[in-house]
């Protein structure tokens, strides 16, 4: 089984920043996506960054393009996220996400999506 686990979320005045992580485990054979999406209340869930097919190219929401970086260390199987500039708009739950292939009994699995618990990131004005 595939557990992704969170950090690094917290309270910050605006202007300030956060370095969100996430870390993948279990009988993991690879990650073809990772990254994080973030919901505020009353709103729908939102794409804030991601590695795609693999690793190989990133994609951000526009809300956050030149704010927000993401990272990621392979070795670790952990993204992180470093928010600079934060706005009160970017509080909100920050969802890890990651598109992983399991293996189980030496078997190769299809891709399956997999969501952390969420860390909660509130920036005061």
């Known amino acids: 089984q595939v557990q992704l686990v969170e950090s690094g979320g917290g309270l910050v005045q605006a202007g300030g920043s956060l370095r969100l992580s996430c870390a993948a485990s279990?009988?993991?054979?690879?990650?073809?996506?990772m990254g994080w999406y973030r919901q505020a209340p009353g709103k729908q869930r939102e794409l804030v960054a991601v590695?795609?097919?693999?690793?190989?190219?990133?994609n951000y929401g526009g809300s956050v393009k030149g704010r927000f970086t993401i990272a990621r260390d392979n070795a670790k199987n952990t993204v992180y996220l470093q928010m600079n500039s934060l706005k009160p708009a970017d509080t909100a739950v920050y969802y890890c996400n990651a598109l992983i292939k399991e293996i189980i009994g030496g078997v190769i699995t299809n891709g399956r999506s997999y969501w952390g618990q969420g860390t909660q990131v509130t920036v005061s004005s």
């Open positions: 590695f795609t097919t693999s690793g190989s190219s990133t």
């Open positions: 279990g009988s993991i054979f690879s990650i073809d996506t």
